[in-house]
């Protein structure tokens, strides 16, 4: 790798880093929040029938799957971050997107982390109210959105990938007929 491409690979993975950092200590404020207006009270509609804000404490994961097991949940983030950003570091991320949706799977991720090691628990405290949904976080939201931008930029780039492999094989075919 020359020494420029170097150089930009570097300076990608420190913005985002930073990026994630960002993302992360937005989590945090608005959590901060969330525990200092809404702990202990009812909860508050903002839409009627819509979205709501409700303080809750998350000792589990998604849905409250694994609940009371915060440790061996934060092990398991630490290890899922720190293989994030080994692979935002190693790897060729072929597109902007991807690039930004893995950041915000790093950064949701880290804001979660700082919730379960110093406090034990995730702050929860946006409602869904037209449907039965657990309460979540601004942390979940970047996870579950930089999940869905990389699924929908891996399915772009395999069917990206079958296309270019169907266009060589009929070119190849063509090739093969003296009046192509």
């Known amino acids: 790798m020359a020494d420029g491409n170097k150089k930009k690979k570097y300076i990608v993975f420190l913005l985002q880093l930073v990026a ?3 993302l992360a200590l937005v989590d ?4 901060k929040a969330a525990v200092t207006s809404l702990k202990g009270q009812d ?7 819509v979205l709501g804000l409700t303080y ?4 589990g994961a998604a849905f409250s799957a694994f609940s ?3 440790i061996t949940l934060s092990v398991v983030t630490l290890l899922m971050l720190v ?3 080994a692979f935002l570091f190693f790897a060729k991320i072929p597109n902007k997107a991807m690039n930004v949706g893995v950041t915000m799977i790093l ?3 880290v804001g979660n982390l700082i919730d379960r090691f110093a406090q034990g628990y ?4 946006i409602e869904t109210l037209f449907v039965d949904f657990p309460v979540y976080n601004f942390a979940d939201i970047c996870v579950t959105v930089g999940v869905a931008i990389v699924c929908v930029c891996l399915i772009y780039d395999m069917i990206k990938e079958e296309k270019q492999k169907k266009n060589a094989k009929e070119e190849a075919a063509h090739g093969d007929h003296p009046d192509a």
Do not use: F, M, R
């Open 20 to 22: 994630a950092a960002v």
């Open 28 to 31: 945090q404020l608005i959590k």
């Open 43 to 49: 909860g508050i509609v903002l839409i009627k029938n």
């Open 56 to 59: 809750a404490e998350n000792t």
């Open 68 to 70: 009371d097991s915060t």
């Open 83 to 85: 293989t994030v950003v």
């Open 107 to 109: 950064g949701g991720g």
């Open 122 to 125: 995730v702050v929860d405290y």
